[in-house]
């Protein structure tokens, strides 16, 4: 039996130990594999300069539309404000 395995999606320039950090940590919290996975996205097409924020509910659409390969879940990742 495979274990679950959890997708994590970096959409910008994060530190690798960062990444590998927490990764472990959601993997022993939650006894399964995580993967960590670089989204290579232009983002800029969700940024709303009225509020001066990225779209949210646009980025979670995107993330949700992505391929996991048989992870039971996938996270998107980002370091700008949502």
């Known amino acids: 039996m495979n274990p679950q395995t959890i ?3 970096s959409f ?3 530190d690798r130990g ?3 950090k927490i990764s ?3 993997g022993h919290e939650y006894k399964c594999l ?3 996975k670089d989204a290579h996205v232009d983002i800029s097409e969700f940024y709303d300069p009225v509020r001066r924020q990225y779209n949210g509910d646009k980025l979670l659409y995107e993330v949700n ?3 996991a390969n048989g ?3 996938i996270i998107g990742l980002f370091n ?3």
Do not use: R, W
């Open 24 to 26: 472990e940590a959601v």
């Open 34 to 36: 995580v993967i960590i």
């Open 80 to 82: 700008v404000d949502l």
């Open 65 to 67: 539309s992505m391929q």
């Open 71 to 73: 992870s039971v879940k």
């Open 12 to 14: 910008g320039l994060f």
């Open 18 to 20: 960062f990444l590998e």
């Open 7 to 9: 997708t994590f999606v």
